[in-house]
């Protein structure tokens, strides 16, 4: 009698699962608009937008990471800060939060700033931080922190991502200590794109 009720609520449960991913590919998919549209400090920006000509140098992350978003950052600031004046104005670093529950624009611009600025801090909504998650392949999940004040960590994935305008990637740079890879990338890709 047992192995039957546990035959049923699989079955049950199995039912309700499929039921939940149908509903969910009924939706339509989000424009690239859409999800590009962000808050950063008090202002919305647009991710892609085709009027701006800039590359984007783009890293996820949030402001409670403990180690490796900092140095990221630290990286993408040391990069920056090593390009002549005509480089730094075709390229728009963006920081882009993985924690949209306790990062708003404003935390997400504040905490971007400390590193350089001219990074832009952006936050999202937790569906358009999914949707672009997937877009470029970020790897995240959030991880519960039991008897600890921040509650919980996002683990994630730690690449700089180069975009056109548009939005299409057009490369990614992993994690590293040597801002010349970044400040490499974005010489030679805004030398392509002249």
């Known amino acids: 009698?047992?192995?039957?009720?546990?035959?049923?609520?699989a079955a049950l449960l199995a039912g309700f699962g499929a039921r939940y991913l149908v509903d969910q590919n009924d939706k339509p998919a989000a424009t690239?608009?859409?999800?590009g549209l962000l808050q950063s400090?008090?202002?919305t920006i647009n991710l892609?937008?085709?009027?701006?000509n800039r590359i984007r140098v783009v890293y996820f992350g949030y402001t409670h990471c403990p180690d490796v978003c900092p140095t990221s950052?630290?990286?993408?600031?040391?990069a920056l800060k090593s390009l002549p004046e005509e480089n730094l104005e075709d390229v728009r670093p963006i920081f882009i939060t993985l924690d949209p529950e306790?990062?708003?624009?404003?935390?997400?611009?504040q905490y971007a700033g400390y590193f350089h600025p001219s990074i832009e801090g952006a936050s999202g909504s937790k569906e358009k931080t999914d949707a672009l998650?997937?877009?470029?392949?970020?790897?995240?999940?959030?991880t519960q922190l039991e008897d600890s004040a921040m509650e919980y960590a996002v683990d994630h994935s730690s690449y700089f991502y180069f975009l056109?305008?548009?939005g299409e990637l057009l490369e990614k740079v992993p994690h590293t200590l040597n801002p010349n890879m970044v400040s490499d990338a974005i010489l030679r890709l805004t030398a392509q794109t002249q």
Do not use: C, H, W
């Open 164 to 166: 056109n305008p548009n």
């Open 133 to 142: 998650a997937r877009k470029y392949g970020v790897l995240y999940q959030i």
């Open 32 to 35: 690239p608009t859409e999800i």
């Open 41 to 43: 400090g008090t202002e």
């Open 48 to 52: 892609f937008d085709n009027n701006d």
């Open 102 to 109: 306790r990062d708003n624009g404003e935390a997400a611009q």
């Open 73 to 78: 950052l630290a990286i993408m600031s040391a």
């Open 1 to 9: 009698m047992k192995i039957k009720v546990l035959v049923v609520v």
